[in-house]
């Protein structure tokens, strides 16, 4: 059924912290990681040891170059950040990924929000993935070049639309200790950039976080109403880079007189 | 976006099929198609293969086709799925006049048959076009003329085939008003389409810092990639190719579809030289064909936007 369920109040999500995103791809290793071995896994690669390697991942980390407009900064020339951004299903509210579905394969869950695919009955037709400003799903080709060797592991779930779970075969899986029921992303970030939680919920950990810092939705314009929300960087102190180069002084000062008589000799001779 | 061959293949042949349909259906339903038995079956057949080609090379665009009916399930929310049911109900009425047109039944049962294929081919165009339409991430694909340029398009590659039918069991002679119409029809498309063409020109572009909402910090500039190779979003939604060659492009589309037919039909009936007609058929198809190729080529999905340059 792709007509959206009634807005539910429990909104799973993620809130990812650009400030402090290293760029280290870990989130993106590790769940390729847990969903190539997980229940909703393969996610098939085409060569993945060969001259051009492609294949799926529910995630991936761009990076920016972000320069500030010298009209507001005080600094006469602003030195370029850089923001790591990682990307993947913000399991929005009103998607069209759903919706467009003529299968019924794309669906909302009721329960706990989360956006998913139901890889028994995807034709592989790719409009969810056409109607997803966010590039947030990925087709596993029906046409590949895979090696002879991992045929019939992976023919299985090729040729249908791949995406981001929330590790829903982790947050609420009981063989596991109940401080690794988080997505896998969530649990490889070294620096605690991404941050799971009930964006439902006023309360949550990720709710307060996302109000505190300003936390923002993507590209809102569309309607979709993303759950995830990302924390923008925060901006620059004084002490910051760009300002302690600025206050260097050109010339710098020696005081004589503090100088031992054979150094101060020194630089009288010196400097004649 | 990529131009997928399949996708292209099967909105231009079902589409001038379902014209073809539309138009045959339509005089049926007035009575003033001039034929009737073999007459009425030919063309009926033609767009049977036209329709049916198309459905089946729309297929070859799935990763798994074995399931495409389970895309006849979402029909309260999905074009597509609508566009599944109309593309098969509306055989039904085909073959209910194919059914008259072989027993040489020529009342009311005709009639009716011939306007309920009309209708089922106008619904199935509808659901193709709004299939594009409501994408609302390819603001190319949401513009003002995109719904009737595909009833037009439709209209008039199928109907220049129905045209050449009579034209050449019938002669030129028969009736002007039909060839008349579509020489109109070519005309106002080619008006409409360049129409089109300059409200994508005028599209502004996507950037990385909208697409990021980091433009608030300042000048946003995609600075890498998340891998070096092409991913699936950058070959099917960051197709570049054919903008470099997209103005030669549109010229071809333009002079094939609009002033082809245009001259197809004047010069036939001003010399009565009837083969001219499936002629300008043929040109007509082969416009729409680049037209619909420049359709997804030409037009930008907001996804793009998060890639460098030279990935995007």
Redesign the interface.
């Given at each position: 059924?792709?007509?959206?369920p009634a807005p539910s109040n429990k909104k799973l999500g993620l809130v990812i912290d650009?400030d402090i995103c290293v760029g280290c791809?870990a989130c993106?290793v590790a769940c390729k990681e847990w969903n190539d071995g997980g229940d909703f896994g393969p996610l098939p690669d085409d060569e993945p040891y060969g001259a051009?390697?492609?294949g799926?991942?529910f995630n991936?980390?761009?990076?920016?170059?972000?320069?500030?407009?010298r009209s507001?900064e005080n600094v006469s020339a602003?030195v370029p950040?850089?923001?790591h951004?990682p990307?993947s299903c913000l399991h929005c509210e009103t998607p069209?990924c759903?919706?467009?579905?003529?299968?019924?394969?794309s669906y909302k869950r009721t329960e706990d929000g989360i956006v998913l695919v139901d890889e028994d009955?995807?034709?592989?037709?790719?409009?969810c993935?056409?109607?997803?400003?966010?590039?947030a799903r990925?087709?596993?080709?029906?046409h590949s070049k895979t090696a002879a060797s991992d045929k019939g592991r992976k023919d299985s779930k090729?040729?249908?639309?791949q995406k981001c779970t929330l590790c829903v075969d982790r947050i609420y899986n009981e063989t596991l200790e109940v401080r690794d029921r988080q997505p896998a992303c969530v649990m490889a970030c070294p620096t605690r950039a991404r941050m799971f939680g009930d964006l439902g919920d006023p309360d949550s950990d990720a709710s307060k976080a996302v109000a505190e810092r300003g936390g923002?939705?993507?590209?809102p314009e569309?309607?979709y109403q993303p759950v995830n929300r990302?924390l923008?960087?925060r901006p620059r102190r004084d002490g910051s880079v760009a300002a302690a180069t600025a206050s260097i002084p050109a010339e710098e000062t020696l005081d004589t007189a503090q100088l031992p008589p054979l150094l101060r000799w020194l630089d009288k001779a010196l400097s004649r | 976006?990529k131009p997928a061959l399949s996708v292209i293949f099967f909105t231009v042949m079902s589409g001038a099929g379902y014209g073809l349909w539309c138009l045959l259906g339509l005089a049926l339903a007035t009575g003033v198609y001039p034929l009737s038995g073999t007459g009425v079956l030919v063309p009926l057949d033609f767009g049977f293969v036209l329709v049916s080609a198309g459905l089946l090379a729309s297929t070859f665009?799935?990763?798994?086709?074995g399931?495409?009916w389970?895309?006849?399930?979402?029909w309260?929310?999905?074009?597509?799925?609508r566009e599944?049911i109309a593309s098969l109900l509306t055989y039904l009425p085909m073959l209910a006049v194919a059914g008259f047109a072989f027993i040489g039944h020529a009342g009311i049962g005709l009639r009716v048959a011939g306007a309920l294929l009309a209708l089922g081919a106008l619904a199935t165009i509808l659901c193709t076009a709004n299939?594009y339409r409501?994408?609302?991430?390819?603001a190319a694909w949401r513009t003002r003329q995109v719904l009737p340029l595909y009833f037009m398009f439709a209209l008039l590659s199928g109907g220049l085939w129905l045209w050449a039918w009579l034209a050449l069991t019938t002669g030129l002679a028969m009736s002007l008003a039909f060839p008349l119409a579509l020489l109109g029809l070519a005309i106002v498309a080619a008006v409409i389409k360049v129409d089109h063409w300059k409200c994508v020109d005028a599209l502004p572009a996507n950037t990385?810092g909208?697409?990021?909402?980091?433009d608030?910090?300042?000048?946003?500039?995609?600075?890498?990639?998340?891998?070096t190779?092409?991913?699936?979003?950058t070959r099917?939604?960051a197709f570049v190719l054919a903008r470099k060659h997209g103005a030669r492009l549109r010229r071809i589309a333009l002079a094939l579809f609009g002033l082809a037919p245009a001259l197809g039909i004047a010069a036939a009936l001003a010399s009565g030289a009837a083969w001219l007609a499936p002629i300008a058929a043929l040109a007509a198809i082969a416009g729409v064909f680049v037209e619909r190729w420049l359709f997804f080529a030409e037009a930008r999905?907001?996804?793009a936007a998060?890639?460098p340059p030279a990935q995007a």
């Open positions: 059924m792709t007509s959206l650009l791809h993106a051009e390697p492609h799926v991942w991936r980390v761009h990076s920016y170059e972000v320069t500030a407009d507001s602003p950040q850089m923001v951004f990307r069209d759903v919706t467009v579905c003529p299968t019924g394969a009955k995807c034709i592989g037709c790719q409009l993935a056409w109607a997803c400003p966010y590039g990925e087709i596993a080709l029906p090729r040729g249908t639309m923002f939705a993507l590209m569309f309607g990302y923008p960087p | 976006m665009h799935l990763g798994r086709p399931r495409a389970r895309a006849l399930s979402q309260r929310s999905s074009w597509l799925s599944g299939i409501s994408l609302k991430t390819i990385a909208h697409a990021t909402g980091l608030t910090l300042g000048r946003v500039r995609a600075f890498e990639g998340p891998v190779e092409e991913s699936y979003l099917e939604m999905h907001v996804v998060f890639f």
